[in-house]
Structure formats: C-alpha cells, structure tokens
C-alpha cells in the first residue's frame, strides 16, 4: 500500500502546482485580451462584461464596438460624430430599436443602399418616389388590422422604406412591347393592406406590387394555405379551365420575401437588368449568350410575361430583345444591311418549327461601323421551357450581290416554377380515383396546348389589343 500512498500524493502535489500557474483569460496583458476580444460577435462581448470589471471595462471599448456597429448596421465614422456617442451607445441605441431585425438589416440595409445609388446615377426620379420607412407602430397596426402576422425580413426591409408612391415608372420593373405596357410600383405597407385578400383561393395573401396598366400585383402567402407556402412571393394566374373560380395557378418568384427583394437588387444593380428609357426593364441575359460573325455581333435577352401567360390552358408568353452591333473597327466597305431573319424553334417536348421572314419587326436596318440596332419581339410556347437559335441574312452596300449568314446565338426561354393550387390536386385525385378501375372507351383529351382550340389563357378585352403575334 506505501507505493501507492506516495504516488497519490506525488499526483496530489503536481495538480496544485499546475492549479497554481493556471492564467485567467481576464488576467492578460490588455494587448492580447483586446485581440481575443476583437473576434467575438456582440453577444459574447456582451456576456464578457459580467464576468469582472476588468473584462466589463476592456469589453467596451470603442475599437471593439466600432467593428460591431459597421457589421450590424453599416454605421461609419460620420454616423458616430454626428450622433455624439460612443461606438458602444451607438450599437445599443439601434439595437434597441431595431435588434429584433439584426439577423436580416446589414443585407437588406446594404441592398436598398446599392439600389439607392444606382437610381441616382441611371434613374433619378424613382428616388422621389421612394417612402421614408414605417415605425414599428405602424407595423403592427398593420398586422391588426389584417389578423396576420408580417414576416420578420419584410418588417426589417419596410422599416428602411416604407415601399414608394403611386407613380410610374415603378420601382420593380418594367416591359413594355408594341401596345402593352406593365410597371410595378413597390406598395406602401397601408396601401398593401388593403388590398390584403381573404377571399377563395388567395387566403391570407398580401400584395407586394402593382401595375395600374395591367391591374397585375404579386403576393406573398402570409400562411400556408390553398397550396401555398408561408411567405413566398408569387404571380397569381387563374385556372381557365375550371369551373371553380377559386382555382388560382400561381407563378412562383420567391421563397421568402428577403430573397425576391434582394436578388431583385442585385440583377439591377449589376447591370442583369437593363435601363431603357430611365425605366428598370426585367429582361434576363443568358451567360455567353452572344455569337460574333466578322464584325457583327449578336447577344439576346429574354423575360417571362406572366399577365398574358397561363398554366391551365398551357400558354407561356415571352419577350426577347436582341442587340447587333458592328464593330467600330470594321472597314466602312463592311457596311451591310439586314435583308431576312431564320429562326429554328425546339420546345421541350422536342417539337421543332422553322420559321423565316423579310427584315425585322418590319424593319430593314443598315450597320455601319460602330452602329448598334436593337430591337423586341415576342413568342408565345405550350411549354414552359424552349430555346431558339438562328441566323439574319446581310447584303454588303458596296455591293449587294455580297451576301452573307450572321449567326444568332441559342437562347433559352423558361417560365419560373409554377405550382396547382389545392383545389385542383384534389380534383384531380377524385378524378383519377373515379376511373382507375375502368378501361378507356373514347378518346380522353391529352392536355396539350391544341386541344383547346381558340382558348389561349389570356383575357383579350381586358387588355384591350395587347396580343402579340408568334415570332415576329
């Protein structure tokens, strides 16, 4: 037993001697505790302070809260002088008021500051129309007056700004192609409520947008109800082929409020978008979606009209807007004009249509060195997805009997998701549950775009002449 007594107090003896040189964390030259603390986030800084005074002192020194306030609220040099505090105070003052909002203010805070410097240089008058942000009164008033709570990141967003006024051109987006016009403008949080919906198949939806031309708004579910999912954004497109007006098909642009406006955002603000006429147009370019012959190129850009598009029928509507330019480089003998236009056109069930005509949009332009023509055209698909690829057809000034193919590159054209509402699965399902027993005794129509004849989706006197013929 004398062995083992020994080692136990040897072992005794080491552990007090180890306990004797242990160093707290709070008993660090200043140095070295500063740069620990500088990689903890504010609730660590803030759990710091009570564990003694020295660590409470050193945790709230300015250098620290300076990182924090820069992080969390995008706060500068300027922004501390001018309200006369420290860095600390600072980042308590706005924490208090808009803490609850922090896991979503510096993305949402920095999207509307970007967007903010883009109008100014390329679109000054939507800054005007833009409101002052709501108070968190407001916001629950508002959530009162509905019966519905509002979404954390939308709460955040419309505390920045309280949406804009009813002006045109609307802040997000516009299209505009022979006689049809649409611009959104982003709604005002009271405006918005009431046009909150409770009715049959758009439950609990409150609008984000609206067109004056068109009438067209997009929703976000509030709750996930009649086939929606909480808080997703959505073109609402009725199902003209039901007999229950309840059954609403819907085009899907967000999951959550905090993703459509953001990656909204950035599309503008790097230049996705184009700015045409001080107007923010919602055509999307492919990436390499541009094809150089000699001293000509060609890139297109494409957009999904929803207004005239439906799901039931199957109709998708789009737009696309195509750039030629010759290069400044070339040769004034390289002077060309454009005499005819081929398209092949391959949907995504395979079918395949050629199409061919004289000039473009009814014109026949000349390029010249250095000259761009851009213009718009339209198409109309029973599928969602489809791409199209082609060529226009030259004749050289000096000499027309000089002709020549300038390709145009492929590009795709693809409707977002779109999903049933509830109402129409259930049909469906009592549908199929009726005859899964019985064998087909006559035709059964196959749900194709054909089989519905003159029935094109699209409500034609409401939008009183906007129809667009197939390639033009």
Request: net charge negative; glycine share 6%.
């Amino acid at each position: 037993m004398l062995p083992i007594k020994r080692y136990t107090k040897k072992k005794t003896l080491t552990m007090a001697a180890n306990a004797s040189c242990e160093l707290r964390m709070d008993q660090l030259p200043s140095d070295p505790l500063f740069h620990v603390l500088s990689f903890l986030g504010f609730r660590d800084l803030i759990h710091c302070s009570f564990v003694s005074r020295r660590l409470n002192d050193l945790s709230k020194q300015n250098h620290l809260w300076r990182r924090q306030c820069s992080e969390h609220w995008l706060l500068d040099d300027s922004d501390r002088l001018q309200s006369g505090v420290s860095w600390y105070c600072l980042f308590k003052r706005f924490y208090s008021d808009l803490g609850r909002y922090i896991q979503y203010y510096p993305a949402l805070k920095r999207s509307w500051d970007q967007l903010k410097v883009f109008l100014q240089q390329r679109c000054p008058r939507m800054i005007s129309s833009l409101k002052e942000g709501a108070t968190e009164v407001e916001l629950s008033d508002i959530e009162a007056q509905i019966g519905c709570r509002l979404p954390e990141d939308y709460r955040c967003s419309y505390r920045i700004h309280n949406g804009q006024k009813l002006v045109i051109p609307g802040l997000m987006g516009s299209m505009s192609l022979s006689n049809h016009y649409r611009s959104e403008v982003l709604l005002d949080v009271e405006t918005a409520a009431g046009g909150f919906q409770q009715r049959k198949g758009m439950r609990r939806c409150l609008p984000l947008t609206f067109c004056f031309h068109t009438g067209l708004s997009q929703y976000m579910a509030l709750e996930p109800a009649e086939g929606r999912r909480m808080y997703e954004s959505f073109y609402p497109c009725p199902d003209q082929t039901a007999q229950d007006p309840s059954a609403i098909d819907m085009f899907i642009t967000g999951s959550s409020f905090f993703e459509w406006f953001t990656l909204y955002v950035h599309n503008v603000v790097t230049g996705e978008y184009p700015i045409i006429r001080d107007q923010i147009f919602r055509y999307e370019h492919e990436n390499g979606c541009v094809e150089t012959t000699g001293d000509i190129s060609v890139s297109v850009s494409t957009s999904f009209l929803p207004e005239l598009s439906s799901v039931h029928p199957p109709h998708f509507f789009f737009t696309y807007r195509i750039r030629i330019e010759m290069s400044s480089s070339a040769s004034p003998e390289a002077s060309c004009q454009l005499d005819s236009r081929y398209w092949k056109i391959t949907t995504s069930d395979g079918n395949v249509e050629e199409v061919q005509g004289p000039g473009v949009v009814g014109e026949f332009p000349v390029m010249t060195p250095g000259k761009v023509h851009e213009y718009a055209s339209c198409t109309t698909f029973s599928t969602p997805t489809e791409f199209m690829e082609g060529h226009y057809t030259f004749h050289r000034l000096a000499n027309k009997e000089e002709v020549f193919h300038v390709a145009i590159p492929r590009f795709h054209m693809t409707c977002p998701p779109f999903r049933e509402p509830l109402v129409r699965t259930k049909a469906a399902a009592n549908y199929s549950s009726r005859y899964d027993d019985h064998e087909d005794d006559g035709e059964i129509c196959d749900g194709d775009g054909d089989d519905f004849g003159d029935l094109r989706g699209i409500n034609m006197a409401a939008l009183e002449g906007a129809w667009c013929p197939r390639h033009i």
